[in-house]
């Protein structure tokens, strides 16, 4: 499998607290994303990065922030953590593909976060 | 009208059976179609890719329809093992957005 670890795995944290979740790879792969999934909603992207420093929004980005300063390390912050925001964390990494717009996603284990 | 739709099942499938199931998407820029599979609390797996004439990768057949907007995943002689919730993605740019999955139970 491709090398890519998130990290905590685990966290349980309250309401208004700063958290921030790791995802790391060890592919060179230059495209990473986080996705958030909820019971009803799937698999919603919340941000993506397409280079060092080069990051868009998802479709759920209000409350969350990310930065990339290197080419394997995708953090995802939320700066004050809401009851809305527990939820189950993936991050994925892919490098495109020879057809353009194809992007095979591989993802991490999966970081579950609890907001008390 | 939701990117990327999917009926969420759950299909209750005897074993050896045959099942199909079908995802629609909107947005007709897509540029590229695929299959995943989730275990219960597990991360998704690339499945299959989707190509415009349609693939087969032992029991597994995908087909794309442009026209239609849909693209379709056929299992044969479903297994116990194929127990799982199938994600439809669909590529657009550098975005890839996911269907909320259709739930397949295989029974013995």
């Known amino acids: 499998d491709a090398g890519i670890t998130q990290s905590p795995r685990h966290k349980v944290t309250e309401t208004g607290t700063p958290v921030t979740l790791r995802c790391h790879q060890t592919?060179?792969?230059?495209?990473m994303y986080w996705y958030r999934q909820d019971p009803g909603h799937g698999l919603r992207l919340i941000h993506y990065?397409?280079?060092?420093?080069?990051?868009d929004k998802g479709e759920v980005s209000d409350g969350y922030s990310v930065s990339r300063s290197k080419t394997e390390d995708f953090l995802l912050t939320l700066e004050s953590a809401t009851s809305s925001q527990t939820s189950v964390y993936f991050c994925?990494?892919?490098?495109?593909?020879?057809?353009?717009?194809?992007?095979?996603?591989?993802f991490g284990a999966g970081s579950r976060l609890t907001v008390l | 009208r939701k990117e990327v739709e999917q009926d969420p099942g759950p299909f209750n499938v005897p074993e050896g059976a045959t099942v199909a199931f079908n995802c629609t998407y909107s947005?007709?820029?897509?540029?590229?179609f695929f299959w995943y599979r989730q275990d219960c609390r597990k991360e998704p797996k690339l499945l299959m890719s989707?190509?415009?004439s349609g693939n087969e990768d032992g029991r597994f057949t995908a087909q794309l329809n442009r026209a239609s907007q849909y693209i379709s995943l056929l299992i044969r002689d479903s297994k116990l093992s194929d127990s799982a919730t199938f994600l439809c993605?669909?590529?657009?740019?550098?975005?890839?957005?996911f269907g909320k999955g259709t739930r397949l139970h295989i029974l013995p």
């Open positions: 994925a990494i892919s490098e495109r593909q020879v057809s353009p717009g194809a992007n095979v996603l591989t």
């Open positions: 592919e060179n792969h230059r495209y």
């Open positions: 990065s397409y280079g060092v420093k080069d990051t």
């Open positions: 947005n007709s820029a897509s540029q590229s």
């Open positions: 989707v190509y415009s």
């Open positions: 993605v669909v590529n657009i740019r550098d975005k890839i957005i």
